[in-house]
């Protein structure tokens, strides 16, 4: 099926099936890059409706490295029983440097040829689809879901893990207020997002942070300091300031807070607790969601293509339009500005 560069197409809920069904086919999933709440489901779905058309499905171990070793396990609607609560992903995953050279994809392209895989659904963020895209170009029928805590994702309004992602962060936040209140504190929580700022922002929001500071929302110290003075000559006991990853030095930045501002200051990193627990129910129908949505495309002979959703719709864009897209800034911003 063609599709039209620049669309982002939205799929019939029906589709007119032949007398004999859809057309049987062996297909491989796995997971890449950072591990994300969710990925399960997806896995799980993938594999429950793969079967229900009667597909086979194979999962490949540890993301794309376990496709250059051929490392590949046959999958059933008992392989995936229990999977949509636990977090992480039971396939494993990893970042193959090798994959990035012509001979080692051909080499991984061959392996699922061999088996007679012709499709292949990828789960990870903007790496793993650079991969897919690559494969794509090699004639393996390739898909995308979007997995990966960071919400960076374009063509997509979430991304499996944002949402369990953001409420870890904000049972710290609420953890950390208490603590800060009673010390009359600022307290300063650095988290996840590499160039995307959302998991600050809706975190920052859910936990009603003084300041948010991301990549569109970039740092203004001295700003920030002389709101926090005079915050403290009118009482108030508190403070707290999310940040994404890689913006400032977090930990001289509360040492200069404590230096300028009258409040004393401490930094919390997050880190990669941000990544574990057991997904939130809109993380385990976003991935089931977009795990089942995966397979009907592959019925309808569409790949090449990621999956997203707009609008609480399922869509799916090229690859092309989706690799290397910044986002856009989120509209949450102007909420900031007004309830901060």
Do not use: W
């Not at 799929?11 to 709440?37: F, N, Q």
């Not at 929001?205 to 003084?210: F, R, Y």
């Amino acid at each position: 099926m063609k599709l039209k560069v620049g669309c982002v197409i939205i799929r019939k809920e029906y589709v007119i099936r032949s007398k004999d069904g859809y057309k049987k086919m062996k297909i491989a999933v796995l997971t890449s890059g950072g591990d994300a709440p969710g990925m399960n489901a997806a896995i799980r779905a993938v594999v429950r409706a793969g079967n229900l058309y009667g597909h086979e499905v194979y999962g490949i171990k540890d993301g794309y490295q376990g496709m250059i070793n051929d490392d590949l396990i046959l999958l059933n609607h008992d392989s995936v029983s229990g999977m949509l609560s636990k977090g992480g992903t039971f396939l494993g995953t990893s970042r193959s440097a090798e994959f990035l050279k012509e001979e080692v994809r051909q080499k991984a392209v061959n392996n699922l040829l061999s088996r007679g895989i012709e499709a292949l659904i990828v789960i990870g963020g903007d790496g793993t689809y650079r991969g897919a895209m690559d494969l794509a170009k090699m004639g393996l029928k390739t898909i995308g879901l979007p997995g990966t805590i960071d919400n960076d994702i374009a063509g997509t309004d979430f991304t499996i893990g944002f949402q369990t992602a953001v409420e870890t962060i904000v049972d710290a936040i609420d953890k950390l207020r208490d603590t800060s209140t009673s010390h009359q504190r600022c307290s300063i929580v650095e988290v996840m997002g590499r160039y995307c700022g959302d998991l600050a922002l809706f975190a920052g929001i859910c936990g009603g942070a003084e300041f948010i500071i991301t990549p569109e929302n970039p740092i203004n110290k001295e700003k920030i300091i002389e709101r926090l003075k005079k915050h403290k000559a009118e009482g108030r006991r508190h403070a707290i300031i999310v940040i994404t990853e890689n913006q400032v030095n977090v930990h001289e930045f509360a040492s200069e807070i404590t230096e300028k501002s009258g409040f004393a200051s401490r930094a919390t990193v997050l880190g990669y607790i941000q990544r574990g627990g057991s997904p939130c129910p809109e993380d385990r129908i976003l991935g089931s969601r977009m795990g089942t949505y995966a397979v009907e495309l592959l019925n309808d002979d569409i790949y090449g293509v990621c999956v997203g959703v707009r609008d609480s719709r399922m869509v799916h864009l090229p690859f092309s339009n989706v690799v290397g897209q910044k986002r856009p800034k989120n509209e949450l911003y102007n909420l900031v500005k007004k309830v901060s």
